[in-house]
């Protein structure tokens, strides 16, 4: 049979008891599908499900086939290496005996020679350059991606089941992946928000509230397909829009109508002249002829609402969240950091940073690369304070705020509502709920715990605590974009671009980065932050 994966009437509910399936099905065959959908609505969960990590409260799964399965972050022993994850330790200790004329000549018949070529070719595959026996622990984040995909690479599993494989990855990881994914022959299905990974695929899975659409073709088909059916759901609300106004105004019309026609047979009877028995039946009529119009007329008010409830619901879905920033009023000559001939490190003799210089001077928009380990978040810690420089000085010259990778200004044991009036203390209660509302946290949404929002919901909260209020005139960003839905993407591209505060981000995402505006970069090398 060929390789498949095939979700029937499959639903799942989080611990708290809310439904995030209900009914789904849902196949995959050999080709690369791109899951796409809203932070929160269970990209991982249907992952986790298919993996067999979870099992689902009602329905089947059947998978014919292998799965490779990469997960968001690569969980590391102290001393796990490469040659762990690819699950080849005892082959390559073998070769070694081999190779030394210490193993013996049943040992030699199930030696595979060919095992360091075909390691160094997945390895090659994910763009790493490393042994067999480097420490996971002495790889960065982004390094221990690389490995780990390279390890499903090698197994050649049917399927890959890739969850955000490129966050965390530098430009050099990014492309790498990319190409991989390109060229990928057997099946995948992707999790991700990155728009360049989500061009190389055939077809496009989204899910929402509603349950899962398919669309064939890649990220650029999809985009024009969406905003298609945007356009037409805002087409639809208009029209049920104007049908309550029209189903309002004729019936008001017909009680008009209705009430002259009734002051006139009152009129007629005070004159006398019509019997008793008539104008009793006159009376009769004309109760009747209103009870009538009356119930038409709300079976017509609930029908014009009911479609334009489901217009707007629909709307809600397609069109992402709207963020718009304060004015900071930042004059264009105000110094705002100054850096001078700053060494940092953690290390004795080891910089990460070895005498950098630079100004920030007024709005500007400052983009930091670099590869991974080059030095980026280092620099945020001096700037920030969390950590000193050996030599130089760092000068923060106006108020500023600071998103990291974690999100660590919020407490995770408060709600985002209590985490967003400590950060914001100047806010009333109306100010909060409308700032919180704008990122797409309403109501009880409001009240969640942080500690239970998903990776995307917890940036976005912190977003919402970080810009809902009164945004600094200095704003830094950790990769910003990490765990955030596309949607979500776009509307901090347009709120940032908006922004009239100066920038540094921290960023992979070129497609962000020029969305947003950036007027310099700041390129670390990896040789002492060079």
């Not at 080891?350 to 980026?376: C, H, M, Q, W, Y």
Request: with cysteine; aromatic share 4%; charged share 25%.
């Amino acid at each position: 049979m060929p390789a498949s994966i095939t979700l029937s009437q499959i639903s799942w509910a989080t611990p708290d008891g809310r439904s995030l399936f209900s009914d789904l099905d849902l196949s995959f065959g050999r080709e690369r599908s791109g899951l796409v959908g809203r932070n929160g609505v269970g990209k991982t969960t249907l992952l986790k499900l298919v993996s067999g990590d979870i099992q689902p409260n009602s329905g089947s799964i059947s998978v014919n086939g292998s799965l490779g399965v990469l997960r968001q972050s690569v969980q590391v022993a102290a001393d796990e290496t490469i040659a762990n994850l690819f699950g080849v330790t005892g082959a390559l200790e073998l070769l070694r005996r081999a190779e030394a004329g210490e193993a013996t000549a049943d040992e030699l018949t199930s030696a595979d020679w060919t095992l360091p070529a075909r390691i160094a070719a997945a390895l090659n595959r994910t763009g790493l350059d490393a042994e067999p026996q480097t420490p996971l622990a002495a790889l960065s984040g982004g390094q221990r991606t690389r490995a780990a995909l390279a390890a499903l690479v090698f197994s050649e599993p049917d399927f890959l089941l890739l969850d955000e494989p490129t966050n965390n990855l530098d430009r050099e990881g990014r492309a790498a992946v990319i190409a991989l994914i390109s060229s990928w022959l057997a099946g995948a299905v992707i999790v991700s928000h990155d728009r360049e990974l989500l061009e190389s695929v055939d077809q496009i899975v989204e899910l929402t509230s509603l349950g899962a659409t398919r669309y064939g073709g890649n990220w650029s088909h999809y985009h024009e397909r969406k905003a298609l059916e945007l356009a037409a759901a805002r087409h639809d609300l208009a029209e049920a829009e104007r049908r309550m106004a029209e189903v309002a105004r004729k019936a008001q019309a017909n009680l008009e109508r209705q009430a002259r026609r009734d002051s006139a047979g009152r009129k007629m009877a005070a004159k006398g002249g019509i019997p008793r028995i008539m104008l009793g039946g006159m009376k009769e009529r004309s109760e009747t002829t209103g009870g009538d119009n009356a119930r038409l007329a709300e079976r017509r008010r609930t029908q014009a609402f009911e479609e334009a409830k489901a217009a707007r619901e629909k709307i809600e879905i397609l069109q992402p969240l709207s963020v718009s920033l304060p004015a900071t009023g930042l004059p264009a000559s105000k110094i705002v950091l100054k850096i001078d001939g700053v060494t940092a490190g953690y290390r004795p003799d080891d910089p990460v940073i070895d005498n950098l210089s630079f100004d920030v001077t007024g709005p500007e928009r400052i983009a930091v690369t670099g590869p991974n380990g080059s030095g980026k978040t280092t620099l945020l810690a001096l700037i920030t304070g969390e950590l000193k420089a050996w030599a130089g000085a760092v000068a923060v010259m106006t108020g500023f705020a600071m998103l990291d990778q974690k999100v660590s200004l919020l407490d995770p044991s408060a709600s985002i509502r209590d985490n967003f009036r400590r950060i914001n203390p100047q806010a009333d209660e109306n100010s909060c709920r409308a700032a919180l509302a704008r990122f797409m946290f309403r109501a009880d949404a409001a009240l969640q715990t942080v500690s239970t929002l998903s990776g995307g919901q917890l940036l976005r909260a912190g977003l919402a605590c970080t810009l809902g209020a009164a945004p600094p005139p200095l704003l830094i960003l950790d990769e910003p974009t990490n765990h955030l839905d596309i949607d979500s993407i776009a509307a901090v591209e347009a709120g940032l671009s908006a922004y009239d505060g100066a920038l540094i981000v921290v960023s992979h995402d070129e497609m962000f980065l020029q969305n947003i505006g950036i007027t310099r970069r700041l390129e670390l090398c990896g040789d002492a932050g060079g």
